[in-house]
């Protein structure tokens, strides 16, 4: 069935470090891979996102790229700031329908 | 331009009632979409809603249950409340068709 894997489940990093998540998904239609950020309550904000038929798109310090044969895409993230602490969610688009699946989430925590 | 915005903030209800829960979609959007965030278990999908009808559902009981009005708000109802009910209830909006969700802070129900 629809099912979208992220990992770590945490990532600790030091300011300045480059953070990395990755994502894979299980259906081979999917075509569009958005990456959220939420902070402690408040809802999900989409940070980026990158369809099928590109393989890398960058916004200032943070950048996506896709792997459709290996069915996988990553969140990268550079100079990493203590203000990036968030929970990340990667999610994928299902069956043509334009449902998102998500991730569990990770935990990015950035020390000072 | 105002978010999308969800009401109430929180909610407590006894087990075996009933909850509504309620959100306003960005100016333009038609699309709704309602998501359960359960403590670790990301986000799960539950409702679409599209120019007033529903497009899509995902793997939760017939006492989950909502609707969308002309003016494109919706409303998700939650009847016979279990304790596992607890959690995080988001709405996100699109326009018709197109993937770019916009959360709303979410209403959180909590269930005793």
């Known amino acids: 069935g629809e099912n979208v894997e992220q990992h770590p489940s945490t990532l600790s990093v030091q300011e300045g470090d480059s953070a990395v998540i990755k994502c894979t998904y299980s259906?081979?239609?999917?075509?569009?891979f958005p990456w959220y950020k939420q902070e402690l309550g408040k809802g999900p904000q989409l940070i980026i996102d990158i369809r099928s038929n590109v393989g890398e798109k960058k916004d200032q310090r943070i950048a996506v790229t896709l792997n459709k044969t290996a069915k996988h895409f990553s969140l990268h993230i550079t100079e990493t700031q203590p203000e990036d602490s968030a929970v990340y969610f990667c999610?994928?688009?299902?069956?043509?329908?334009?449902?998102?699946?998500f991730g569990k989430g990770t935990m990015l925590l950035v020390s000072p | 331009e105002a978010g999308v915005t969800q009401s109430p903030t929180h909610l407590i209800k006894t087990r075996g009632q009933q909850a509504t829960l309620r959100c306003s979609p960005i100016?333009?959007?038609?699309?709704v979409y309602w998501y359960q965030q359960a403590l670790g278990l990301g986000l799960q999908f539950l409702l679409w809603?599209?120019?007033?009808?529903?497009?899509n559902r995902g793997n939760f009981p017939p006492r989950f249950s909502g609707r969308q009005f002309p003016n494109y708000s919706s409303e998700l109802n939650v009847n016979a409340l279990e304790l596992e009910d607890s959690a995080l209830y988001l709405c996100?909006?699109?326009?018709?068709?197109?993937?770019?969700?916009?959360f709303g802070s979410g209403t959180r129900l909590t269930v005793v």
């Open positions: 100016s333009g959007h038609t699309s």
């Open positions: 999610a994928a688009t299902f069956g043509g329908y334009s449902t998102l699946t």
């Open positions: 996100a909006s699109s326009l018709s068709g197109n993937y770019g969700y916009t």
């Open positions: 809603y599209d120019e007033g009808e529903e497009r």
């Open positions: 259906d081979s239609a999917s075509n569009y």
